[in-house]
């Protein structure tokens, strides 16, 4: 064991730095800019996409899905109704319905989920 002065430095930083990660959570491990251009590169090579739209229409409810995996505990679908409801008052231009857009806005959060260690929402994804 390390004890004294040394100890406490040590300590003291292993403890600031797990304490600033947990604080930091899924929030900053989230990189809006990196996860627009993931989906603006690959989002008519997914299943949920229907040709005719453009990524305009997609981009909302992507940044939707990988922006509200911060903000909300728990799973998706505990806070599917809050995602509802937000999606009226962001979806801007977007031509598609909630309906559509809650395909795509989960496949954001379940790779933003997938790229945080552990299963943070217990989903077992």
Request: hydrophobic share 30%.
């Amino acid at each position: 064991a390390v004890g004294g002065p040394i100890g406490a430095v040590v300590g003291a930083g292993v403890g600031a730095a797990v304490g600033g990660m947990a604080g930091k959570g899924v929030g900053g491990m989230v990189n809006p800019a990196h996860e627009d251009a993931y989906w603006r590169d690959n989002y008519q090579t997914q299943s949920h996409y229907t040709p005719g739209y453009t990524y305009d229409d997609y981009q909302p409810a992507y940044a939707l899905g990988y922006n509200a995996k911060s903000r909300y505990p728990g799973s998706y679908d505990t806070n599917e109704r809050y995602l509802s409801d937000e999606w009226e008052t962001t979806k801007g231009r977007s031509r598609l319905s909630w309906d559509q857009a809650k395909v795509a806005s989960r496949a954001a959060w379940d790779k933003v989920e997938r790229a945080i260690p552990g299963d943070s929402d217990r989903d077992g994804k």
